[in-house]
């Protein structure tokens, strides 16, 4: 077969344009509110991601508003997440020196910041530099690259996106030609990826060992990879982890003949290049699919299909394509006897084919001057050393026998702190595995402690509502039916009224209560519902004026589990500002994009001091801890005497 050119690595992201447009009027709609900081350098970052499909120009404007911001207040990790994001349509659109210096400026910002995910960012800016460094050819800054993002994902145990980085290094290292590094880094990555129990990434692990094994002509255990891999592909996947599916699992069938399965996953890699706008990735399915034809002797196929990339291919003045494609035109021409239109094109081909090999002579001629400069400093630095050398003969006799004693003495003093330092660590990770069973118990104990909280709740609210909101309503109905058959003095006539209403206020007031403990609209409509009711109730008290937004909440499901107890931390966090505040104005917003929800909390209050709060041991604060820990949250919380408070809540579903 002829060998695959080329697997990009590329994420993509494809909406319908009315729902994306719905994205950007809503995060307009809430920076025009008076938010903080971080919420409004945020919220500008999210704008300009929603309108790269709508107005690529304006979303540029927009990354560069938000960057400008960022620096202006001084927070450096959202600067680096500005510039992190533009770098993808950038690159998309071919403006790669560009692209470059976003991914340099963004690392620095990030390796500035103290922000909790900045180490996670700065790993993702590394991984957007291999794939810049391997497109131009670069490949050790590549492996470099590749190399300092799987350190940094390691030492914050994301073993999934580890898994992939791997990946990424091995298709490096099979590019090098170095197949032991390739099984290597592949194996790495498959590795991690049964580790992090990732299906995408285990479908990316045995897809590089069936290209592994392709690359060292096994092709029956290639085969079986690719099959290995089918079962953990999903059409939900991206575009990335699609086009490698699709593009390995035609090699493999390419590769043992079976020629009507291979067509069938080149066509889908096509159409998957098309649907995400990839005109690369339209190319080489078609090229394949057209010598699949051509040796198959299904000639007027094989052309059409080879012309269709070729169309392609010269409007982007591709010169791989290109001359892929005029020396499988010149074959078939050749084969149905055609010779002129066969000369044709095989002198198209050699003519693109004579074009890169001059730049690789050029670049060969490079290498090749700069090993004679440094060949000849190597030979006078010889001469030098040869001239020297019988005036110190004499000199190294005396200090030899020195020299053996101190290296005997370092050499032991290295052996013994070896020694040391591997009982040491030794010792570490005995400590480390000790403290991840505590925690990963100390987390059982709270989803234990958490789900039994919440049964209770309901369960009371269920015995108040069905059993005493029964009883009080037979109550009241009694009363009322005694009194049209009772003859009453003006006196107790008044009396029996007031002891009605008092029924009435106790019966509002036990709904209160099991609303409270466990709402029913959480329940029945969800947690967007439920948190309208919930601040709306509070707004009708007219003690604060509180605000609630929510962004790419409604009609999202959210698990009952993480519902109630997100529904209960904004509880409890409203309660506070409430209690202790002082506040006049409070702001609740709740943000789902993807996987990841954020959460805001903020008050215009009297603020505290919050190395306190997080030392303090009240049950409200513990409650919130609690639950934070159940969820695996990450939160950053601000306030100071008089300047009010918020706190900032990123939950990964």
Do not use: C
């Given at each position: 077969m002829k060998k695959l050119l080329f697997i990009p690595i590329i994420i993509l992201l494809s909406h319908e344009l009315a729902a994306q447009?719905?994205?950007?009027?809503?995060?307009?709609?809430?920076?025009?509110?008076?938010?903080?900081?971080?919420?409004?350098?945020?919220?500008?970052?999210?704008?300009?991601?929603?309108?790269e499909p709508l107005d690529l120009a304006k979303a540029h404007e927009i990354y560069q508003e938000a960057v400008d911001f960022s620096l202006e207040?001084?927070?450096?990790?959202y600067a680096g997440l500005a510039l992190f994001y533009e770098s993808t349509p950038l690159e998309l659109s071919g403006k790669y020196q560009k692209q470059k210096e976003n991914l340099d400026r963004a690392a620095s910002y990030f390796k500035q910041s103290s922000h909790p995910n900045a180490k996670r960012e700065e790993a993702r800016v590394f991984g957007g530099l291999s794939n810049y460094y391997r497109n131009a050819s670069m490949l050790d800054s590549a492996v470099e690259a590749s190399l300092n993002s799987i350190a940094l994902l390691e030492d914050l145990k994301d073993y999934a996106r580890v898994s992939t980085h791997c990946v990424n290094l091995a298709m490096i290292f099979q590019q090098l030609s170095l197949p032991e590094k390739q099984k290597e880094y592949v194996d790495k990555a498959l590795d991690f990826a049964k580790k992090a129990n990732h299906p995408g990434n285990l479908m990316l692990g045995y897809l590089q060992q069936a290209s592994y094994f392709t690359e060292i002509r096994d092709f029956q255990k290639a085969k079986l990879y690719a099959d290995s891999a089918s079962v953990y592909y999903s059409g939900s996947f991206d575009f990335t982890r699609k086009q490698n599916f699709f593009l390995i699992k035609a090699g493999t069938f390419q590769n043992i003949s079976e020629f009507d399965s291979a067509i069938h996953y080149f066509k889908q890699?096509?159409?998957?290049?098309?649907?995400?706008?990839?005109?690369?990735n339209m190319t080489e399915p078609l090229m394949q699919i057209g010598y699949i034809n051509f040796k198959q002797k299904n000639y007027a196929e094989a052309e059409k299909y080879v012309k269709m990339g070729l169309e392609i291919a010269e409007t982007d003045s591709v010169l791989v394509f290109m001359k892929e494609g005029y020396g499988t035109l010149s074959d078939i021409y050749a084969a149905n006897g055609n010779f002129k239109d066969a000369y044709t094109f095989l002198t198209r081909y050699n003519t693109i084919k004579d074009s890169l090999q001059s730049e690789d002579r050029k670049r060969y001629a490079l290498d090749i001057e700069k090993k004679y400069k440094s060949e000849k400093q190597r030979n006078q630095i010889l001469q030098l050393e040869a001239q020297n050398a019988n005036q110190l003969a004499e000199n190294q006799k005396r200090k030899l026998t020195i020299?053996?004693?101190?290296?005997?003495?370092?050499?032991?003093?290295?052996?013994?702190?070896?020694i040391f330092r591997k009982n040491q660590h030794k010792q570490q990770l005995q400590v480390q595995r000790i403290k991840e069973l505590e925690t990963e118990k100390q987390l059982a104990a709270t989803e234990a402690v958490l789900k039994g909280e919440e049964q209770e709740r309901s369960r009371l609210a269920k015995d108040l509502h069905d059993g005493l909101g029964g009883l009080l309503s037979g109550i009241k109905f009694s009363f009322q039916t005694m009194k049209g058959n009772l003859i009453l003095t003006p006196e107790n006539a008044r009396l029996f009224e007031r002891s009605l209403d008092m029924l009435d206020t106790s019966i509002m007031e036990m709904r209160r209560v099991a609303h409270n403990l466990m709402p029913e609209n959480l329940i029945k409509f969800g947690l967007d519902a439920a948190l309208k009711d919930f601040c709306e109730d509070?707004?009708?008290?007219?003690?604060?004026?509180?605000?609630?937004?929510?962004?790419?909440?409604?009609g999202n499901e959210i698990d009952q589990t993480t519902a109630v107890s997100i529904y209960r931390i904004i509880q409890e966090l409203v309660n506070n500002i409430l209690k202790h505040a002082e506040a006049k104005t409070a702001l609740v917003q709740l943000t789902k994009n993807s996987n990841l929800i954020l959460?805001?909390?903020?008050?215009?209050?009297?603020?505290?001091?919050?190395?306190?709060?997080?030392?303090?041991k009240g049950i409200g604060w513990s409650n919130i801890k609690s639950r934070l820990e159940y969820l695996n949250a990450k939160f950053t919380l601000d306030s100071a005497p008089e300047k009010g408070s918020s706190i900032h809540i990123e939950i990964q579903l």
């Open positions: 447009q719905h994205l950007v009027d809503s995060v307009r709609l809430t920076l025009q509110q008076n938010l903080p900081d971080t919420t409004k350098a945020y919220n500008l970052i999210m704008l300009a991601m929603y309108t207040k001084k927070l450096e990790y890699a096509f159409e998957n290049g098309k649907e995400a706008g990839s005109r690369w020299w053996m004693l101190v290296i005997l003495a370092v050499s032991l003093g290295a052996i013994i702190l070896l509070i707004n009708q008290s007219g003690v604060i004026d509180l605000r609630y937004i929510s962004i790419g909440i409604e959460l805001d909390v903020e008050d215009d209050g009297k603020g505290f001091e919050h190395s306190k709060m997080l030392l303090g």
